[in-house]
């Protein structure tokens, strides 16, 4: 990706806010913005609890802001009360939206279903009851295996009405990737579905379920239950599967909320880092949903009469905070969208935002640049073919946006006139950290611009010292904020070490990514990651899962992999392996390298699949042991190593790990 950020630092096209829209914009005009900035420098405290009572509702004020007793552990809002769902759906229902449309639901085939937020209540509210009754009480993890649906929406409402803490799992990952999640969360049960509509295809989902609980460390689940989405065939265990329209039916539509603590673990979601683990990323009710709230109404400059749509899949963080939480609790209608982009063609998006009237899109890079390549192989799927009028607003995240993908989704999809929110964020931040606000900044594509009001972002060198405009450095934090990680689950220490490292002093967030802030405005552009995590079509991957996924393989010795740049998918992942028996080539080396895909894929998920797989006597390694991933990056761009390898063990194998099995 170094053209693209070398393009982005030279890049000198400006897109001003037009004054139509920053006149009707919930923030409005960069003096708006300054203000906020300065509110927040002024008076950090004060500006967050002022945000806090005017967005969220709580049945208990809080008195307490932020407590740094425990740092880096810190707590907001701690002696506060209130209820995620509560400010999802109660909260509009009295507010006279009971009729609204929460959300227009399309399923893979095509059929929509509308639900108000007086039937969403109901359903959760049912639902809610049903886990009571299966006994999941406050403080319980209940791991969610669903696909996009309403269900998936409902199943963490519920959760988060009675106190239950949840854990969404991606219905592309395998049931080993499944059974770490369970056993590291301690879950008490599963909510997941018969199988999943994508692309026109029915998918298994409740197998893999079934063969994590054949697996040690999953002991604390008591029940499954299954919600039937296809009616396909489904091995039902009995007296631990129960069917989602069995326990739901017959149960109250009120259930009185937990009022939590602001602190109580409103969700884990569990991501990669530089280790083979992932991590249970922790966060709190209060201060989470705050941020839900205020980015959507500020970055999204939600209003009343919007129709919003992330595209985000609810095992990613970017549907818990902009599909189940910050839509909702502003009173938006949202789309929940079942299918793939590519079916029944690459128009599906076009022809989505046509048919509901979607004001507001949110989407990733990966899949704006698929869908360019689609049009060009396709004309008929061009977005021209379509009414794109009702959208005022575009987003884009998890990995950098090239300005070449940038321009045609603004000039394409955007006609020109809407801006596009490149909003920079992680699992751990919570909600958009770094990004612009439409009625407000001024935009340069591939930037992701200025930091969110009251977030302090900021380039420090390795010592934790700011680094000059224009020079590249660590994105940091400087103070805690609402929405950020409380802890890693089950592991303070990995916490602690990775976001709070003592190197930089101890007391800064350490996002772990590169950033550089342009000299002249100020504006951050990010520059990928500082660790061993790819960044595959915005799916975030730790090299060290896909490696020990491989050596888990019999046939394997060793792995190291590594990361290319991919037009489409951001990055691709590049295996070099070395065998226990001879350095296979021809037909058997292609046998072997489907083996290991499939091998990965059965592992973690046929996400994490490497796209090439090379094969050598041994890895490059120094003299000290340490495999030289440096050179392994070079090798897989295709170029020729011109630094020096002098410290290299075994300069031979180099040459072996230039071939691509095909
Ligand atoms: O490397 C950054 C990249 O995605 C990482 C976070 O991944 P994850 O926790 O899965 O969350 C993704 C959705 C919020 C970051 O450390 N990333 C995310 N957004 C951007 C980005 N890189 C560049 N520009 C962005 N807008």
């Known amino acids: 990706m170094s053209t693209s950020i070398e393009s982005v630092l030279h890049e000198n096209r400006v897109f001003n806010p037009s004054p139509a829209f920053v006149a009707q914009a919930n923030v409005s005009g960069m003096d708006a913005y300054q203000a906020l900035c300065a509110e927040a420098a002024a008076d950090y405290e004060g500006y967050w609890a002022r945000l806090a009572r005017e967005n969220v509702v709580w049945k208990q004020p809080f008195s307490t802001v932020l407590d740094e007793s425990g740092a880096p552990f810190y707590q907001w809002f701690s002696d506060g009360k209130l209820n995620a769902s509560w400010n999802c759906l109660d909260k509009n229902i009295e507010a006279g939206l009971g009729d609204k449309v929460a959300i227009i639901f399309e399923a893979d085939d095509g059929k929509v279903t509308r639900v108000t937020y007086s039937e969403l209540l109901a359903r959760v509210a049912r639902f809610a009851n049903a886990l009571k009754g299966l006994g ?54 599963i909510i997941t579905a018969d199988e999943q509509c994508r692309g026109g295809k029915n998918l298994p989902l409740k197998p893999a379920v079934d063969e994590a609980l054949t697996l040690p460390g999953t002991g604390s689940i008591k029940n499954v239950v299954v919600y039937r989405r296809s009616g396909g065939p489904c091995n039902m265990v009995p007296g631990r599967d129960l069917w989602w329209h069995d326990v739901a039916a017959n149960q109250s539509e009120t259930c009185e909320p937990e009022w939590v603590e602001a602190e109580h673990p409103l969700f884990l ?79 599906r998006f076009w022809k989505m935002i046509q048919d509901h009237k979607v004001s507001i899109f949110y989407t990733a890079p990966t899949a704006i640049r698929a869908l360019i390549k689609a049009a060009d192989i396709n004309p008929g799927t061009h977005p021209k073919h379509y009414d794109l009028s009702s959208l005022r607003v575009l987003g884009s995240v998890g990995e950098p946006i090239n300005p070449e993908a940038w321009m045609w989704y603004h000039d394409n999809i955007g006609g020109g006139r809407c801006p596009i929110m490149d909003t920079f964020w992680q699992t751990e931040t919570g909600g958009h950290v770094i990004t612009p606000l439409p009625g407000a900044t001024p935009l340069v594509p591939g930037s992701c611009t200025l930091a969110f009001p009251g977030i302090m972002a900021a380039v420090v060198d390795e010592a934790g010292h700011d680094v000059e405009w224009g020079k590249g450095g660590f994105l940091v934090i400087k103070r805690p904020w609402p929405s950020m990680i409380r802890t890693i689950w089950n592991d303070p220490d990995r916490f602690r070490k990775s976001y709070f490292p003592e190197d930089l002093g101890g007391k800064l967030y350490l996002a772990g990514d590169g950033a550089v802030r342009n000299a002249q405005s100020g504006y951050f552009t990010i520059m990928g990651r500082i660790d061993d995590v790819l960044s595959v079509s915005g799916h975030r991957l730790g090299t060290m899962e896909i490696e020990s996924a491989l050596v888990s393989h019999p046939l394997v010795a060793e792995a190291a992999v590594v990361g290319k740049p991919h037009d489409i998918k951001g990055e691709a992942i590049v295996a070099y392996v070395v065998l226990k028996t001879a350095r296979p080539t021809g037909e058997e080396a292609k046998r072997i390298v489907n083996d290991l895909r499939n091998h990965v894929a059965h592992e973690i998920g046929p996400i994490a699949k490497p796209d090439e797989i090379r094969f050598g006597d041994n890895l490059p390694k120094t003299r000290s042991g340490k495999i030289m991933r440096r050179l392994l990056r070079t090798l897989a761009k295709g170029e020729e190593i011109t630094s020096d390898i002098s410290t290299l063990e075994n300069p031979a194998i180099l040459d072996q790990l230039k071939e691509v099995i095909k």
């Open 136 to 189: 999941v009480k406050k403080g319980d993890r209940v791991i969610i295996y669903l696909p996009m649906s309403i269900e998936g929406v409902v199943a963490m409402q519920a959760c988060a009405r009675i106190g239950a803490t949840h854990s969404v799992v991606f219905g592309g990952f395998s049931a080993q990737s499944l059974r770490d999640r369970i056993e590291d969360a301690g879950a008490v049960l």
């Open 269 to 347: 979601l569990y991501t990669s880092g530089s280790t083979g683990k992932p991590k249970g990323v922790q966060h709190s009710t209060g201060g989470y949903l705050l941020h839900a709230i205020l980015t959507t109404r500020w970055t999204f400059d939600l209003k009343p009469g919007d129709v919003f749509w992330c595209t985000a899949d609810i095992g990613w963080v970017t549907g818990h905070t902009y599909v189940t939480y910050g839509p909702l609790a502003c009173g938006g209608t949202e789309i929940v969208f079942e299918g793939v982009p590519t079916f029944p063609d690459a128009g």
